[in-house]
């Protein structure tokens, strides 16, 4: 690819890289948040 | 008033004015803070080898009191010694202009010094086994929380200096507009300083009159409540000067500026708007305290407290990725990320602190302070490990990034070993990692936080813990061997520098 401005005037947000970084970090938080539930209800079972 | 130019030196790197007073208070703060977590550290691995089952190394009555001194001398003495160095780098260093009251900073100091020896003594001898938290009815004697008081007293002056000299900077023209962001964020952990100390006095006051006889009855739950409101606020000095440091080792590393100001800045404010009502997770399982007040604050209020901080952390790696891209390093979406300087201490730090911060740190905090999972882990080692990617991961390695800039900054010496320097963050903050994440995994099968010996050897009534139990409890031991040796390099490279480094002319 040619040189490259730092970021396209078209592109709204600067910094795409840290987008995805930011939606990488949600998902791990949900993933994490249903894990949690799930394996502590699995440990402290009501019987 | 002295102003005269031969106190200042100029920085030959930064071109920033450091007042020369100043600059010896910074030092003689930092280097006690490197002291305080060197004896901090020795006793993290006396309470972690007594923790890890096979090894059970302290006897039960030494393994409390070196549990004491590890959270009192940690908590307290490292973290704030640092960021009281911190606030006069932030104000006098950074806006090139004078300390205002170098003889307060002085008694400032001493008092912090004086304070944190009674405190430690009285825990040292004996005569203090309570816990940093001291829930009454648990006793000590006078002079534990007597050092605690004359130690907020000196940092709230350390304080209160900050704020002078950033006032006199702006009436003499030192600088024009608002404060730089860091600073601003500094003034932000000052405030919330103020109020944490207030918190403090409020509760330990009576109760060192009470433990010399001169209140008959501390209220318990009153304490629980008052406590937290000092003991949660001053995590969020923690979080504040934390942040402020990833933005200035974000510019000094990579040049990077903020995104928007406007943004950056709001989000301080959303710490000293919000920080307080967010003490209530320590209560969870209080029974003084109501479940709609619980509910109220767990599932609504708090979050404005972790928006504030999500908001740094979208912040903080855009600022890092339009300065690398600036480079040229535009191809893809992630070259600004590998052509970072991975080797450079001060960086890897800040990345690290982010990360373990946001990912570790931030996630658990968040799930771990609802309310229904606060009844669950409450006083077990879940929180231990929660609280050790914060405080420890996050903030501690914060600090030691900014540390590999003080040395030529503030002692004007080189860094030495700087291949020792270069391994450093990492291997401290993935031994943390290690550690704090066997911590949480163990706490959710009950294991208690504070507890010397969980087979419960010889006592009438036992409990049988999952075999998986112990398996984790020997990560936790190894990741701490780990992550003390990191602590130990981190005291050798930073003792040996100030002390025997090339000095920088
Ligand atoms: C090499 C680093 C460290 C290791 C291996 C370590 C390990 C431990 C262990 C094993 C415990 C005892 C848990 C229990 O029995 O309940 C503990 C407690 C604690 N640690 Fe650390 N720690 C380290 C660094 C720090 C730092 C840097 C701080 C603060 C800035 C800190 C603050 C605390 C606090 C507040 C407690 C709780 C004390 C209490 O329950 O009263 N630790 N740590
Ligand atoms: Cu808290």
């Avoid at chain 2, 940690?74 to 911190?86: K, S």
């Avoid at chain 2, 767990?298 to 928006?307: P, S």
Wanted: net charge positive; glycine share 8%.
């Amino acid at each position: 690819m040619a040189e490259k401005k730092p970021y396209d005037d078209h592109v709204p947000f600067p910094a795409p890289g840290t987008l995805v970084l930011a939606l990488m970090f949600l998902a791990v938080f949900i993933i994490f948040y249903i894990l949690n539930w799930k394996w502590l209800s699995m440990v402290w079972e009501v019987k | 008033m002295a102003n005269q130019t031969s106190d200042f030196r100029t920085c030959p790197t930064t071109g920033l004015k450091v007042h020369l007073p100043a600059q010896t208070l910074i030092r003689i703060n930092a280097v006690t803070a490197v002291v305080y977590i060197l004896i901090g550290g020795i006793l993290a691995l006396l309470v972690a080898l007594t923790r890890w089952p096979a090894v059970h190394l302290l006897p039960a009555d030494l393994f409390y009191r070196a549990l004491t001194a590890h959270g009192v001398t940690m908590l307290i003495f490292w973290v704030i010694f640092f960021e009281i160095a911190g606030l006069y780098f932030g104000s006098a260093v950074l806006l090139s202009t004078r300390l205002v009251g170098i003889v307060f900073g002085w008694v400032a100091y001493l008092m912090m010094l004086a304070g944190s020896l009674m405190t430690e003594y009285t825990i040292l001898i004996g005569q203090a086994d309570v816990m940093f938290s001291a829930y009454p009815p648990l006793k000590a004697h006078p002079l534990f929380y007597l050092g605690l008081i004359l130690f907020a007293v000196g940092a709230l002056i350390g304080c209160i200096l900050f704020f002078a000299t950033v006032i006199m900077a702006k009436a003499e023209g030192k600088y024009s507009g608002s404060l730089s962001l860091v600073s601003f964020g500094l003034a932000i952990a000052a405030i919330i300083a103020v109020v944490t100390i207030a918190g403090g006095a409020a509760i330990l006051i009576p109760t060192f009159l009470w433990s010399v006889g001169l209140l008959s009855h501390i209220d318990a739950p009153t304490y629980r409540l008052v406590f937290w409101l000092f003991g949660h606020s001053s995590q969020q000095i923690n979080v504040s000067a934390m942040v402020s440091i990833w933005y200035l080792l974000a510019a000094l590393t990579v040049g990077a500026k903020p995104v928007s100001e406007v943004f950056s800045r709001t989000a301080f404010l959303f710490y000293a708007f919000f920080i307080n009502v967010a003490s209530a997770h320590h209560l969870m399982v209080d029974p003084a305290l109501t479940t709609p007040w619980k509910i109220w604050n767990t599932g609504y209020v708090f979050h404005l407290a972790v928006v504030a901080s999500m908001m740094h952390a979208l912040a903080i790696p855009a600022s890092i990725e339009v300065a690398q891209r600036k480079k040229g390093y535009v191809h893809g979406l992630f070259e600004w990320l590998k052509k970072c300087p991975w080797e450079n201490p001060g960086f890897s730090a800040m990345v690290l602190s982010f990360c373990g911060f946001g990912l570790l740190g931030g996630i658990t905090g968040v799930v771990f302070g609802t309310e229904q999972i606060a009844i669950v882990t409450h006083n077990t080692w879940r929180i231990t490990g929660h609280f050790h990617t914060t405080v420890v991961l996050g903030t501690t390695t914060a600090f030691m990034g900014l540390t590999y800039y003080v040395i030529p900054l503030i002692f004007q010496r080189e860094v030495m070993m700087p291949k020792l320097a270069m391994i450093q963050p990492w291997m401290f903050a993935i031994g943390v990692a290690i550690f704090s994440i066997a911590m949480i995994a163990a706490g959710g099968y009950g294991v208690p936080r504070r507890h010397w010996d969980i087979t419960f050897a010889g006592a009438p009534y036992g409990f049988e813990f999952s075999p998986t139990v112990f398996l984790l409890m020997s990560v936790m031991g190894l990741g701490a061997i780990m992550a003390v040796l990191g602590g130990a390099i981190y005291c050798l490279v930073t003792v040996g520098s100030v002390f025997f480094g090339k000095k920088i002319s």
